[in-house]
T-cell receptor, first 114, second 118 residues
Framework: DSGVTQTPKHLITATGQRVTLRCSPR?????VYWYQQSLDQGLQFLIQ???????AKGNILERFSAQQFPDLHSELNLSSLELGDSALYFC?????????????FGPGTRLTVL | AQTVTQSQPEMSVQEAETVTLSCTYD???????LFWYKQPPSRQMILVIR??????QNATENRFSVNFQKAAKSFSLKISDSQLGDTAMYFC???????????????FGQGTILTVHP
């Protein structure tokens, strides 16, 4: 158990819908990262938040957005869903000041868009 | 932009034998970290081993060791005494050393599926 929790574990929805994925980082970790794992794109970095502020952006679509709240949990919002958005979405957290930049991954949320 | 390449989509090994997974990367940075992550059928991402680019000594964690060749930008993973529980997808990953702010996205390779046969 990495200490990072993600809800829900599975999500099935229809095209055009909007969903919210939730992540709670390890206690004390200020950074939260979101990654997408799909068959065609592999594992891709989406976005990172540090202590409530957006720190880095990767290949995140405009239909996707995220935020980190004062209690440090984070939410990834996916809207106008398309079939291609079906993927495993991981959240990871890391400790501020960690010289190893080690990221601890949650169990992931499996999103299926029908 | 950094890229990570794993040229072996699949590998197999007999139980108790040794296997080496290959990884190459491309970066213009001098300070960075390299990782190997394991993803078993449960899909959980598990850190196997890490290497700081400024350290010449290769990292070792029990049965897992790396061969880090900085000039060649090569970072291979050796698994000794392979066990059935080592069956998983293995990802090589790269991140910059971002110091105290701890920002640093991971850039992953495509993964290598390793199957350990009894």
């Amino acid at each position: 158990d990495s200490g990072v929790t993600q809800t829900p574990k599975h999500l099935i929805t229809a095209t055009g819908q909007r969903v919210t994925l939730r992540c709670s980082p390890r206690s004390g970790d200020l950074s939260v990262y979101w990654y997408q794992q799909s068959l065609d794109q592999g594992l891709q970095f989406l976005i990172q938040y540090y202590n409530g502020e957006e720190r880095a952006k990767g290949n995140i679509l405009e239909r996707f957005s995220a935020q980190q709240f004062p209690d440090l949990h984070s939410e990834l919002n996916l809207s106008s869903l398309e079939l291609g958005d079906s993927a495993l979405y991981f959240c990871a957290s890391s400790e501020a000041g960690s010289s190893y930049n080690e990221q601890f991954f949650g169990p992931g949320t499996r999103l299926t868009v029908l | 932009a950094q890229t990570v390449t794993q040229s072996q989509p699949e590998m197999s090994v007999q139980e108790a034998e040794t296997v080496t997974l290959s990884c190459t990367y491309d970066t213009s940075e001098n300070n960075y970290y390299l990782f190997w992550y394991k993803q078993p059928p449960s899909r959980q991402m598990i850190l196997v081993i890490r290497q700081e680019a400024y350290k010449q000594q290769n990292a070792t964690e029990n049965r897992f060791s790396v061969n880090f060749q900085k000039a060649a930008k090569s970072f291979s993973l050796k698994i000794s005494d392979s066990q059935l529980g080592d069956t998983a997808m293995y990802f090589c990953a790269f991140t910059q050393n971002a110091g105290g702010t701890s920002y640093g996205k991971l850039t992953f390779g495509q993964g290598t599926i390793l199957t350990v046969h009894p």
